[in-house]
């Protein structure tokens, strides 16, 4: 069974605190990626990373960074913590795509973060 | 650029009831299409995918059909269940094959979905 596993259920941090978001998965998947999640807005993508030390900004990378130093490790930043980026962030990993193909992405349970 | 429209929640059904979750899209070239739930507490799961015109993609009762003329993927369930009560997230891919961006997903809003006995 793949498993996409994240530090923590739930995370509460101070404004300014720098916060950092873990994700581990063991299938030894290529491409993994952060997600943040709010009511009437869905998922949407933070960063991803396609290769170990490599990175793409994602549709809302502001306030965010990421960190990939082995493959089935994925760390989000956030520098200096805002009462805006409280949210569900989830982090899913997925094989690399190849001649047309679109492989699933996995998902982790999420981290609840709240930032006051 | 890519984007996913969903009907609004949330749907309420009693048990037993038919299904349908309306998706439209609109994208470049051939996306792949998926439907992912999310039950209550934790993160999103594959329910079913689509990689090309007319294909059908079906999981535990649910279906749904890649409709290139009318660039549709209705979720539908003949008969639903308490247990099916979760919020459901239809989604893309159109990336290029070959490089890390094939497999990014552009998600819908999602549906919540209500079943009561």
């Known amino acids: 069974d793949v498993k996409v596993t994240q530090s923590s259920r739930y995370l509460v941090k101070r404004t300014g605190e720098k916060v950092f978001l873990e994700c581990v998965q063991d299938m030894d998947h290529e491409n993994m990626f952060w997600y943040r999640q709010d009511p009437g807005l869905g998922l949407r993508l933070i960063y991803f990373s396609y290769d170990v030390k490599m990175k793409e900004k994602g549709d809302i990378p502001e306030g965010y960074s990421v960190s990939r130093e082995k493959k089935e490790r994925f760390s989000l930043i956030l520098e200096s913590a805002s009462t805006n980026q409280t949210s569900m962030y989830l982090c ?15 998902f982790g349970p999420g981290t609840r973060l709240t930032v006051t | 650029g890519n984007s ?8 309420t059904l009693s048990e037993e009831a038919f299904l349908t979750i309306n998706c439209t ?5 051939y996306p792949s299409l998926f439907w992912y739930v999310q039950y209550p507490g934790e ?3 594959l329910l079913l995918k689509a990689t090309k ?21 209705h979720l539908e369930k003949g008969s ?8 459901y997230f239809c989604a893309l ?20 979905l ?4």
Do not use: C, H, I
Not at chain 1, 92 to 106: H, I, K, L, P, V
Not at chain 2, 55 to 71: L, W
Not at chain 2, 80 to 87: E, F, G, P
């Open chain 1, 92 to 106: 899913a990993s997925s094989f690399s795509g190849g001649g047309g193909r679109t492989y699933e992405q996995y």
């Open chain 2, 93 to 112: 891919s159109s990336g290029e094959s070959g490089t890390g961006t094939a497999s990014k997903l552009t998600f819908g809003t999602g549906t919540r």
């Open chain 2, 53 to 73: 015109a007319d294909d059908k993609g079906s999981n535990k009762g649910f279906e749904a059909t890649y409709r290139k003329e009318t660039t549709s993927f």
């Open chain 2, 43 to 45: 993160g999103l799961q």
């Open chain 2, 4 to 11: 996913v429209t969903q009907m609004e929640g949330p749907v």
């Open chain 2, 25 to 29: 899209y609109t994208a470049t070239g």
């Open chain 2, 114 to 117: 209500q079943v009561t006995l």
């Open chain 2, 80 to 87: 639903v269940q308490v247990s099916d009560s979760a919020v």
